[in-house]
């Protein structure tokens, strides 16, 4: 059985929450990953 460690994503890409979807849309294709974590006060939230 694979550890949490082994398959999780170490350098997670953030976005300030009052950013709009186009905003993400781009980050997205510029940095050719498929989630963003959303953050506001630089805390995850969704």
């Known amino acids: 059985m694979a550890h ?25 294709k510029e940095k050719e990953i498929s989630f963003l974590v959303i953050i506001r006060d630089e805390k995850p939230i969704g």
């Not at 082994?6 to 997205?28: F, P, R, S």
């Open 4 to 28: 949490v460690r082994d398959i999780m994503q170490k350098n997670v890409i953030t976005i300030e929450h009052d950013k709009t979807v186009h905003d993400a849309a781009i980050m997205l």
